[in-house]
């Protein structure tokens, strides 16, 4: 028996619901995702007698890799970047599939005991900070409809920023005309049967090009209707380099050398997309006209933005590309005017035939996971408050979150994000602090904290946090700068700390962010294709 059907089975007779938890706690971690588990393994790991419980609003763990069941789900970064640091990858693949994934992570919370304090089907829904208790109050929901309050001196959020619950929706018209199926990977039906029939799939990031050549083995065609290209690139999925060292070293040493190569490669080719765009182009579109022909590449695969202005989606072992030299795989580029009874019909007329349409058109981004914060009978305005070092947000005490890279692996700045919310806690236990709240200067200048050009972040990002112009509210898009930064950080820097059971204390909130901040290069292109999904809810 696995370890992930241990783990599931012994979560079901548990059933650790909200009537279940504690009254009152030191760390609650929202998610029992990456970030999550990440999390509570730093805390645990530096104050081993924390009383912690992670909460996961599901009805069992593992995040994204619980959630996304579509034909083909799998990494679009490497695994040496993409599991712990504390848990280095030993299976053969590099760009591993989703079930390979979840029960990694699963065997992590399994053996480090982070299982026993998961509690599933356990939705946080409002958050209320009292300075007089300096405790949250936090609103539990279950899935059967009971609720709870439980009280937590510290609340990480690791619940990622998408929409568990409802994808991006585009509006097509005569959806109900159309005779077939339309689903959406998010909700994946799991007894939808693709063979021999003619499946459309509506999107051209992530999920559509790992999506595209799986449902190809079985179904009579497929076709990906794009209505703007994506740069794409072949990753093998298997690391050869990673094979030999394997031969000759344990597992922690591999896996820092595998890490450290893919991270400097990553790097190279997002700082040559900022200070070179038409050398990172060439570089990418050259690789696709080794593997394509020129005018498919030209007219399917050239996009009218610079590469990392959107997320660069890896092809496992170029699957995409071999499928669509067979014949199995049609790309088409075009504008949908309107689904009807046969299929859908694009702006310039022509009609794409289907059985089975996959909407593979974006996700929707939710701050914070829709919690509802208050400090002190304040309502706070995520939108309007700046990001601390990009884990917490000013004027709210005792509460981070975790964000990751945009142009990199989620967990490589999750773990950063751990360490420094693991050490801040211990710092505050140490020194007898009941309150720690960073305060934002005045004069910052605001820029989104999600820099991508993408539909499903424009559509969304002034709802989140704004980072500024100076240390520690800026965040770097480096994990190499991130990684000494972090190390280096003041946990009491630009931080107001109260004293433990200090009474009638006023907490600053320093400079509030604007409502909207523009961001460079946005009005270029906002196409609903996804980026890297399997990274941001972990």
Same mark, same amino acid.
């Given at each position: 028996m696995s370890v992930t059907r241990e783990y599931d089975q012994a979560a079901a007779a548990v059933r650790r619901g909200p009537a279940d938890l504690p009254d009152e706690l030191d760390v609650l971690v929202v998610g029992a995702g990456i970030s999550g588990i990440g999390a509570a393994y730093r805390l645990l790991e530096r104050d081993p007698d924390l009383d912690l419980a992670v909460l996961e609003a599901r009805e069992s763990s593992g995040g994204t890799w619980d959630l996304f069941r579509y034909p083909g789900v799998r990494s679009d970064s490497d695994m040496y970047s993409l599991s712990? =640091?504390?848990? =280095?990858?030993?299976? &053969?693949?590099?760009?591993?599939?989703?079930?390979?994934?979840?029960? *990694?992570?699963? @065997?992590?919370?399994?053996?480090?005991?982070?299982? @026993?304090?998961? *509690?599933? #089907?356990?939705?946080v829904v409002a958050a209320s900070w009292s300075s007089q208790t300096q405790q949250w109050s936090v609103d539990v929901e279950g899935a059967d409809g009971s609720a709870r309050v439980v009280r937590a001196r510290y609340v990480h959020l690791g619940s990622g920023y998408y929409d568990y619950d409802s994808p991006h929706d585009p509006g097509f018209v005569g959806v109900e005309d159309f005779a077939g199926e339309v689903v959406h990977p998010q909700h994946w039906p799991q007894d939808l049967d693709l063979a021999g029939r003619r499946v459309v799939v509506i999107g051209s990031g992530a999920t559509a090009v790992s999506l595209v050549p799986a449902a190809a083995q079985t179904a009579a065609?497929?076709?990906?209707?794009?209505?703007?290209?994506?740069?794409?690139?072949?990753? =093998?999925?298997? /690391?050869?380099?990673?094979?030999?060292?394997? %031969?000759v070293l344990p597992p922690g040493p591999v896996q820092q050398v595998a890490r450290t190569k893919n991270v400097l490669v990553q790097r190279?080719? *997002?700082?040559?997309?900022?200070?070179?765009?038409?050398?990172?182009?060439?570089?990418?579109? #050259?690789?696709?006209?080794?593997?394509?022909?020129? &005018?498919?590449?030209? @007219?399917?695969?050239?996009? =009218? *933005?610079?590469?990392?202005?959107?997320?660069?989606?890896a092809v496992r072992d170029g699957d995409l590309f071999t499928a669509i030299r067979s014949g199995s795989v049609e790309?088409?580029?075009?504008?949908?005017?309107?689904? @009807?009874? #046969?299929?859908?019909?694009?702006?310039?007329? %022509?009609?794409?035939?289907?059985?089975?349409?996959?909407?593979?058109?974006?996700?929707?981004?939710?701050?914070?996971? #829709?919690?509802?914060?208050?400090? /002190?009978?304040?309502?706070?305005?995520?939108?309007r408050t700046f990001a601390y070092r990009g884990l917490m947000l000013s004027g709210v005490p005792n509460m981070s979150m975790t964000v990751g890279y945009v142009n990199a692996s989620w967990t490589l700045r999750a773990d950063l994000v751990s360490g420094f919310v693991a050490r801040l806690v211990h710092h505050m236990r140490e020194h007898g602090i009941g309150a720690a709240v960073p305060f934002a200067p005045d004069g910052m200048t605001p820029a989104p904290i999600l820099d991508l050009t993408s539909g499903y972040v424009q559509r969304a990002v002034g709802a989140f946090p704004k980072v500024g112009d100076r240390d520690p509210w800026t965040m770097e898009q480096s994990y190499m700068k991130d990684r000494r930064a972090f190390r280096a950080a003041d946990v009491t820097q630009d931080m107001h700390l109260v004293p433990l059971g200090a009474v009638g204390v006023h907490l600053p909130t320093g400079a509030v962010a604007p409502a909207t901040v523009d961001l460079p290069g946005s009005s270029s292109n906002t196409d609903d294709s996804v980026g890297d999904l399997v990274e941001v809810r972990a």
């Open positions: 712990f =640091p504390f848990r =280095p990858w030993d299976r &053969e693949q590099s760009i591993a599939d989703g079930a390979s994934i979840l029960e *990694y992570l699963r @065997e992590t919370a399994a053996d480090s005991g982070i299982a @026993e304090r998961t *509690y599933l #089907g356990c939705s065609s497929v076709t990906m209707l794009q209505r703007t290209p994506s740069y794409v690139i072949a990753v =093998p999925a298997s /690391d050869r380099l990673v094979e030999r060292l394997r %031969r190279f080719l *997002y700082v040559l997309s900022r200070v070179r765009p038409s050398a990172a182009r060439g570089i990418v579109l #050259g690789a696709l006209r080794r593997v394509l022909p020129q &005018e498919v590449v030209d @007219e399917h695969f050239t996009p =009218p *933005y610079d590469v990392w202005d959107q997320r660069l989606c790309v088409v580029t075009g504008h949908v005017d309107r689904f @009807e009874h #046969g299929g859908i019909r694009l702006q310039d007329g %022509r009609l794409v035939e289907a059985d089975v349409v996959v909407t593979a058109t974006g996700l929707r981004l939710k701050a914070l996971g #829709g919690i509802r914060l208050t400090v /002190d009978d304040r309502a706070v305005d995520i939108g």
